[in-house]
């Protein structure tokens, strides 16, 4: 499958306007996994999906908990990063971690790392970093002046955050920078975190906490499982981007991380079915002929387009069943499309706001 892809520049520009591989570490001792996804849950609830009305919040998840304690992370390292250069890592101490669903950070805290950030991306919601200065501007735009008056040592990133000019003029103030490549949907996660890790001298840890995750994630399969067993039939759904009232509005592809998400989670995925594989404007005759019963979108998306009743003033959207019935179910933004440590949670909250009658409307 091909890497998940970042917003083109258009899209990026649009947003704005709208909103505005190592050294061996020694070996750690595992913690204990996150209590969020479990095998055992009940299905309490659960109903055939089609029947439900009425738009759904899906729960936001808790921090990630660290794989293991004290870290130590072996550097120097050096390794190869996404865009071929060869990194030197010489200090952790002071770290930024900038992506647009909040991957990143999620890998450094559960590596254990978290008191090392001095800094957060607007999409890193995670309860421990909420009071740490934010270096991005304008939604998904990077302040390098905000960034340099944090000093950090060291920036891990996949350039979904801010341009490539501005990573440079960084790297040219003295901080290193390390480029990941985007995880390549579920079967990625481990992949990535292990690469993150090399970064950090710490690839036992890492190699911890993907194998944690790798098992979290089958618990979650079989929680959605026992949850879609009451739908005998898979609702079809679309996942949209949206951004503010003016131009937008996206059917997203399985090239930018939805496919995964909408299989995941026992839904039919319209838009492959359609060939859409990267962005769709989300027209008016583009969402009448794909008709989903359910649409995924991140929850300030749909807050910044006016909530759901904006949503439904889009030229199509209240034509679709999933427009007539208000089946829109939100999640927050770096949660609905992360591929890390939380997306066994992100899914099995997603699937409750599907699949249960229960819960908290969007």
Do not use: W
């Amino acid at each position: 499958m091909k890497s998940r892809r970042t917003l083109p520049a258009i899209v990026v520009a649009a947003v704005v306007l709208a909103i505005a591989a190592c050294s061996p570490a020694a070996p750690q001792a595992p913690a204990s996994t996150s209590p969020t996804v479990s095998a055992q849950t009940p299905t309490a609830g659960a109903v055939d999906a089609l029947g439900l009305r009425g738009p759904r919040e899906a729960a936001t998840v808790n921090d990630v908990t660290a794989a293991v304690q004290n870290p130590r992370p072996a550097l120097p390292v050096t390794v190869k990063d996404a865009s071929g250069r060869t990194v030197t890592v010489t200090s952790a101490d002071r770290m930024l971690a900038l992506d647009l669903y909040g991957t990143l950070t999620d890998t450094v805290i559960g590596l254990g790392l978290e008191k090392r950030l001095v800094g957060r991306s607007n999409s890193d919601t995670q309860a421990a970093l909420k009071n740490l200065p934010v270096v991005t501007q304008g939604g998904h735009d990077l302040n390098t002046e905000a960034v340099l008056e944090l000093h950090p040592a060291l920036i891990l990133t996949n350039t979904t955050i801010g341009s490539e000019e501005k990573y440079r003029q960084l790297e040219s103030a003295g901080v290193t920078v390390v480029r990941f490549a985007q995880p390549q949907g579920l079967d990625g996660i481990a992949g990535a975190i292990e690469a993150v890790g090399a970064s950090l001298g710490l690839g036992q840890a890492a190699h911890t906490l993907a194998q944690r995750t790798q098992d979290d994630l089958a618990k979650a399969r079989e929680r959605i499982t026992a949850l879609k067993a009451a739908t005998p039939v898979p609702p079809r759904a679309a996942v949209l981007y949206i951004r503010g009232t003016a131009g937008v509005f996206f059917i997203l592809g399985k090239d930018y991380g939805a496919a995964d998400v909408i299989n995941a989670l026992g839904l039919e995925d319209v838009a492959a079915e359609n060939g859409i594989t990267q962005l769709k404007p989300a027209n008016a005759e583009s969402l009448v002929s794909l008709d989903p019963q359910i649409v995924l979108a991140m929850k300030d998306g749909v807050q910044s387009t006016g909530g759901v009743d904006g949503l439904l003033k889009r030229p199509g959207m209240a034509a679709t069943t999933a427009g007539s019935t208000k089946r829109i179910i939100t999640a927050a933004d770096g949660q609905l499309l992360s591929y890390g440590p939380r997306t066994p949670a992100n899914l099995v909250a997603l699937a409750e706001a599907i699949y249960t009658s229960e819960g908290k409307g969007a």
